[in-house]
């Protein structure tokens, strides 16, 4: 498949110059100055007065541009990176056309239900891969990330279908996924005994710490340390980490499950799992933005070595953004960036409502599904709402996957809220909701405070040191050295008089 323009190099983004300019210059495995990443070496237009084009990057958009790795390839085109439409469709053809002619139909309608939306689904999957829209990402293959796009459409349509069914029929058609599914289970309390040391228990005094260390103890290290990957920012991580066990804490009487020890709480999951997950993911996220991306065809590197280091790294990024998110910075950055973190909360939330819902238990492959689902579309879709934010000029609609995602966790919300409307709406307790009252409106006040009072007096000030600037400047005498004369005339008159006044 063809490489897209957004891959070809870094550089022509940070100097302004057309796509096509930078490809020749990288398959030239050119390194001149010229087109290095400073501003210097920019290429104005021939006409000062021609207005920019819309792929050219404006000047506001350089110091993001200046977070983006440099790039260097040598344009290799293989049989890996062609498009190959015409190969897809003829092997459908194929497939489709052995099911109809060769094959006998089978006379259970069940099974013909299940093998028809299967197959529906399948060619839609064959169509997405090799005609959807590209995303931001590119390695190990394009392809690879239109099929997750593809599987966000169908996953969305899945969840519309299950909001508009009753509730009845809704559990009862998750048997037709599988068919131990459709039973109410118990939810596990991880509450109880919070004793570190049990004295009572002479046999194993430390069994509360031993009955904890199940299988999500690694399932929160590694979710910790892709989700630094993709939101790539230490304060946001903790921070998101620090509200979901606040989360917990005020939601644990609408969900056994949520009930935990003190010591569950911020000891295990905020300082062991979370933050070394952060801590790893904050490491992993130095070497990439000091990795040198330099990239060159399988066939073009001489030795074995080379090649199996070649092949290693097509699974690693093609380039690299640093993310700045700058929330202070202006209203529309912080205003999304509460977004942001809401939309993560409420996913989160949202896999442990939907197992209680729909009866599935934490260690259904279905649960395990969607949490693959999710580490492969949030980091597309961190990126589409980064650039969005980032520059908007440029990216002037929000990305596909992004829009897929937030359309995702809003029916799952939905779904929840539909199915179980007496445990969403149970009371939450008193202290819980005043301890939530006043950190909204400990937010809104700094909100109103950053953006709107601060501001308003910094320009009140501006405006007052600009009339005290411009009084200043018509009192002064202006003209020409006759002026100058009499003005040094009257300094020389003014120490006369200080000289008269000390002999009087």
């Known amino acids: 498949m063809t490489k897209p323009d957004s891959k070809r190099s870094s550089m022509a983004l940070v100097t302004g110059r057309p796509s096509n300019a930078a490809e020749e210059q990288v398959n030239n495995g050119s390194s001149d100055p010229s087109v290095s990443g400073s501003p210097h070496h920019a290429v104005t237009p021939a006409t000062p007065n021609k207005p920019k084009s819309a792929k050219q990057v404006s000047r506001d958009n350089l110091s993001r541009r200046n977070t983006e790795s440099e790039v260097f390839d ?29 094959e006998e139909t089978p006379q259970d309608t069940t099974y013909n239900t299940k093998r028809g939306i299967v197959a529906s689904i399948l ?18 293959h394009p392809a690879y990330w239109r099929f997750w796009l593809c599987v966000s459409v169908v ?153 199996i280091k070649r092949m290693a790294f097509q699974f690693t990024p093609y380039s690299w953004v640093k993310f700045e998110w700058k929330p202070a910075s202006n209203l529309r950055r912080w205003l999304a960036v509460l977004g942001i973190i809401f939309m993560f909360l409420l996913a989160e939330l949202n896999t442990f409502y939907l197992k209680f819902v729909l009866w599935m238990p ?48 809003v029916t799952e919300f939905l779904i929840v809220v539909k199915y179980d409307p007496r445990t969403i709406m149970l009371p939450i307790p008193f202290f819980v909701t005043q301890c939530w009252f006043l950190g909204i409106v400990l937010i809104l006040t700094w909100t109103l405070w950053r953006f709107f009072i601060r501001d308003i007096t910094l320009r009140y000030k501006d405006a007052r040191r600009r009339k005290q600037e411009v009084t200043g400047d018509c009192g002064r005498p202006h003209g020409n050295g006759g002026t100058a004369t009499s003005s040094g005339r009257s300094k020389l008159n003014g120490i006369s008089e200080s000289l008269r006044h000390r002999k009087s």
């Open 74 to 102: 040598d344009g290799t085109n293989t049989f890996f990176w062609r498009a190959h439409t015409v190969t897809v469709l003829f092997i459908l053809t194929c497939v489709l056309v052995y099911v109809t002619l060769l």
């Open 155 to 307: 996953y969305e349509l899945f969840l519309i279908f299950v909001l508009f069914q009753t509730v009845r029929d809704g559990r009862q058609f998750m048997k037709y996924i599988d068919p131990k599914l459709g039973v109410a289970l118990p939810e596990r309390d991880y509450g109880g005994n919070c004793l570190i040391y049990d004295p009572g228990n002479t046999t194993d005094p430390w069994h509360n710490i031993w009955d904890k260390m199940d299988g999500f103890v690694p399932a929160h290290f590694l979710g910790w340390y892709i989700k630094t990957l993709v939101i790539r920012d230490w304060w946001m991580c903790m921070i998101i980490s620090v509200m979901f066990e606040f989360l917990e804490y005020s939601l644990e009487h609408q969900l056994p499950n949520f009930s935990e020890c003190w010591w569950d709480h911020w000891i295990m999951d905020v300082l062991v799992c979370n933050g070394l997950g952060i801590y790893a993911g904050m490491k992993t996220l130095g070497w990439l933005s000091m990795k040198p991306y330099q990239w060159q065809g399988l066939w073009n590197i001489p030795t074995y070595k080379g090649k």
């Open 362 to 409: 934490p260690e259904h492959y279905l649960v395990l599904l969607r949490l693959v689902f999710f580490v492969n579309v949030g980091g597309v879709a961190m990126r589409e709402i980064y650039d969005f934010m980032d520059d908007p000029k440029f990216y002037r609609k929000l990305g596909q996957q992004a829009w897929l995602v937030a359309a995702i966790t």
């Open 123 to 140: 060619v839609f999957l064959c169509f997405g891969v090799t005609q959807a829209k590209d995303g931001p990402f590119t390695r190990p």
